[in-house]
């Protein structure tokens, strides 16, 4: 398989021409390209979920969510398991307002898919002085993924977790409990299944995704050629003909 | 900061206000000062006493060919690389779009060995074309002055030195079209070059040193070329000449755009150049010695303006309204000197009397006056771009903060043709930022978000038009209401807590001057001798009387501030191979 070889910021530069290009200025593209970037720099598929999201039909702004139905300290969205990129960071920031007002926030996004794109966000919360915890299951390779973060750290402690039992038919879902306070019991939920001695079959912290970073401004990302290429293709929709007139501008 | 804490404290030590500060056309009157890139860069580059040396020099009698130059500073290797190549003149274009140039040059970090040469061969050249390896720092390429290269060389060549007067007319060999740094085309990313190479961990310090290499590569090449043409009489290049000799540069819109999209960095930028000046207006006072170098600098900067040659009429006007604005400041001050005790009350007489450009002159005299002031602030505070939303801000104090600190960009009617009549975009060449009329050009729906104080009219317009039975109470509910604003609000919530940093105009209206946010940036860059060709695009010289690579073992005098022609008798050959 071809690879291509591109520095970070080369690849922040291509992903935000190719967000503002899906886009366009709907939604704030530049945040998407960062979480997208932030993604492919540690080595969790950024650009193939910015690929598959892309070929998927682009919800409109009125049907951002079918529900958002609150109540004190609780959040219930739905979403319709399309598109989550240019929504993730919107459904994270409504979950951190509610942790700010009422000390604590758990927040359930139903039908939606690429819930690794919550991780990126968990930064924001911590660093703002909250404990977040971000939790689903992926149904068909009966994953539980858990992603932790304590105040002020830079990552969280994130574990994939291979399931012997869960429920059937479960709907892609995605649990956030943002709050003040560390909380003990989701603590012991989240160290449940380590505890029944289900394996972990991935846990990633600190050293890892900064090692993972580190990688890779030291030495620029390797993305797949074809992906490159479908990259380069929307990015150039933002591109507009030439014309002497428009030369005008590039020196004499 | 809170923005409140920032605003009384920028009172509290004499900082400007940001609507004086931030005017367009203030920014695009500023002018080259101390602690602009290039006189750091030199100062370092002087003081570590870095050591430069040609490795491979292989050009043939025309010039053409590749030259190595190492350079070893206090913490690293790196070598800079050129390739010299015939161009055929009809080819030769100032414009980003160009394919082929005359020298393209890269600097590399590291060991070099003979197999390095070869891969570099085949992509420096090809510039946007070519891909470099992560540890290349720049990738740059430079055109001949036509008028000025062959001048030079027929003159040195039959033994004369070259007449300072026609240098003058143009003031380099080379003007660079494009200097690439910071990651692209798979170079070493910004974070790389500021942690791994931290000799050029100063914003630009990297890119800015390619230039003055290239200036000393064009400097290397004419003494050679005029040897190879006629060894018997040739002579060198007198080293005031070389010094006087810069490097040119084209500069379009294409720099334009990072003025808006930095916002942070521009903050930090401009509140150093307002600390320095507040520093020295409120801590010092005027003493004879002081008044005669303010009068010295002044007068130099009167000779240094009147030797720009610019065929652009409004420069040309700018320029003598400037010296003759100089020339009455100067009288002023000779005959109040007895009673000037502070220099506010140079400043207060200037702002009352005289041009826009004329103050930021002066402005810029003053900081140069106090060297131990100025240099406090040598060491560039690193920023880190980061603009976070406020999810749980409530939207009432979203509103506050954006009518007391973003008034200016509510002033304008968007509704009007005129305000909106202009559009940002990227053209299919080299993605290069360009300007449109809309309902005349096309591309209006690929337009860049460049004009942000139409996006904040619209935001606060959307704000103040809310129904209350939406019962949106912050920023977050608002976003999940509106989300195509949530750009536009992290960076108001992010710049109100700063006191420069949003250039207070509309870049949407149709008599827009872009050449204010060149100038501006070019100002910091520490570029001189603005020569504008339109509105769109300016013609400057680099690194016009400073130090060249055998000056490094020198004592340095940090003095090549409004360079003016050196007194030099161009018959006179003093240095002979």
Request: a neutral charge; one cysteine or more.
């Amino acid at each position: 398989m071809k690879f291509i070889r591109i520095s970070v910021n080369e690849s922040k530069a291509l992903l935000t021409r190719v967000c503002e290009s899906h886009y366009k200025h709907q939604y704030d593209y530049e945040d998407i390209a960062t979480i997208v970037q932030w993604l492919e720099l540690h080595d969790l598929d950024g650009v193939r979920t910015l690929l598959d999201e892309i070929n998927k039909p682009l919800q409109k702004n009125n049907t951002l969510t079918k529900h958002k139905k609150e109540s004190k300290q609780r959040l219930i969205l739905s979403d319709n398991s399309q598109n989550i990129l240019h929504k993730i960071r919107i459904f994270s920031d409504l979950t951190l307002a509610k942790c700010h007002e009422d000390g604590l926030c758990f927040t359930t996004i139903n039908n939606i898919a690429h819930q690794q794109t919550i991780l990126v966000n968990l930064k924001n919360v911590s660093v703002r002085g909250y404990h977040a915890t971000a939790w689903w299951i992926e149904t068909e390779q009966k994953h539980l993924h858990i992603a932790k973060i304590a105040p002020n750290q830079d990552y969280p402690i994130y574990k994939t977790i291979k399931l012997n039992k869960y429920a059937v038919n479960l709907q892609p879902y995605l649990n956030l409990i943002y709050s003040k306070n560390d909380i003990q019991s989701l603590k012991s939920y989240t160290n449940e299944h380590e505890i029944q001695g289900e394996s972990i079959i991935q846990k990633v912290n600190t050293h890892d995704f900064n090692e993972r970073l580190f990688q890779k401004i030291n030495d620029g990302l390797e993305i797949k050629f074809d992906h490159y290429q479908q990259l380069t293709k929307i990015a150039d929709l933002i591109l507009v003909e030439a014309s002497e007139k428009s030369r005008q501008g590039a020196g004499e | 900061m809170g923005s409140l804490n920032h605003q009384l404290e920028a009172k509290d030590i004499g900082l400007r206000t940001p609507e004086v500060v931030m005017d367009l056309k203030r920014l695009g009157s500023f002018y080259p000062y101390k602690l602009s890139f290039m006189r750091k860069l030199i100062r370092k580059v002087m003081t570590e006493k870095w050591d430069i040396s040609l490795t491979l020099f292989n050009l043939d009698k025309d010039g053409f060919g590749e030259a190595v130059y190492e350079i070893k500073t206090p913490l690293n290797n790196f070598h800079f690389v050129v390739f010299a190549n015939f161009l055929d003149p009809e080819l030769r274009s100032d414009r980003v779009i160009a394919e082929a140039w005359d020298m393209t040059v890269t600097l590399r970090q590291g060991v070099f060995n003979p197999k390095d040469l070869i891969f570099l061969k085949e992509n420096v050249p090809l510039q946007e074309k070519g891909r470099m390896t992560s540890n290349s720092v720049v990738l740059s390429r430079a055109n001949k002055s036509s008028r000025n290269f062959d001048y030079v060389i027929n003159e040195l060549s039959s033994g004369k030195q070259p007449c300072i007067k026609k240098i003058n007319e143009v003031g380099y060999l080379y003007r660079t079209t494009a200097v690439y740094g910071s990651g692209k085309f798979g170079m070493a990313d910004w974070d790389k070059v500021k942690t791994s190479y931290a000799d050029f961990s100063e914003p630009f310090s990297a890119e800015m040193f390619s230039c003055f290499l290239i200036r000393q590569f064009s400097l290397d090449q004419a003494d050679h070329i005029a040897h190879q043409r006629n060894p018997k009489t040739a002579v060198k290049l007198n080293e005031s000449i070389k010094r006087y000799i810069g490097i040119g540069n084209a500069t379009g819109l294409g720099m334009a755009p990072f003025l808006i999209k930095h916002p942070l960095l521009i903050n930090n930028w401009i509140e150093t150049r307002e600390r320095v000046l507040a520093k020295v207006l409120n801590d010092t006072s005027p003493d004879k010695n002081k008044l005669a170098t303010f009068l010295l600098l002044v007068s130099r900067a009167i000779i240094h303006l009147n030797q720009i040659t610019t065929s652009n009429l409004t420069q040309k006007e700018i320029n003598i309204n400037v010296s003759d604005d100089l020339n009455l400041i100067a009288s002023y001050v000779t005959e109040q000197q007895d009673k000037i005790k502070k220099w506010q009350q140079v400043t207060q007489y200037v702002a009352e009397n005289f041009s826009i450009e004329a103050q930021e002159l002066i402005n810029t005299v003053l900081i140069e006056i106090y060297p131990e002031e100025a240099l406090l602030f040598e060491k560039n505070q690193e920023i880190k771009e980061i603009y976070d939303l406020i999810p749980e801000m409530k939207l009432s104090k979203l509103k506050t903060i954006i009518q007391n600190q973003y008034q200016w960009a509510l002033k304008y009617n968007f509704k009007s043709e005129n305000a909106d009549a202009i559009f940002w975009y990227r053209s299919e060449e080299k993605m290069e930022p360009r300007l449109g009329e809309r309902n005349i050009d096309k591309g209006a729906d690929k337009e860049m978000l460049i004009g942000i104080a139409r996006s904040i009219e619209q935001c606060y317009s959307t704000i103040q038009n809310l129904s209350p039975e939406l019962k949106i109470n912050n920023v977050a509910e608002f976003i999940f209401a509106h989300p195509e604003y949530r750009q536009i609000i992290r960076r108001i919530q992010t710049m109100s807590k700063t006191t420069y940093g949003e250039i207070q105009a509309n870049l949407n209206d149709k008599d827009v001057l872009p050449i204010h946010l060149l100038r501006c940036k070019l100002s910091f860059f520490g570029v001189g001798k603005f020569d504008p060709k339109s509105r769109l695009w300016v013609r400057n010289t680099m690194f016009q009387g400073a130090p060249i690579v055998s000056d490094i073992s020198n004592e340095y005098k940090d003095e090549w501030f409004f360079p003016v022609m050196p007194n030099i008798e161009s018959s006179k050959g003093n240095e002979i191979h």
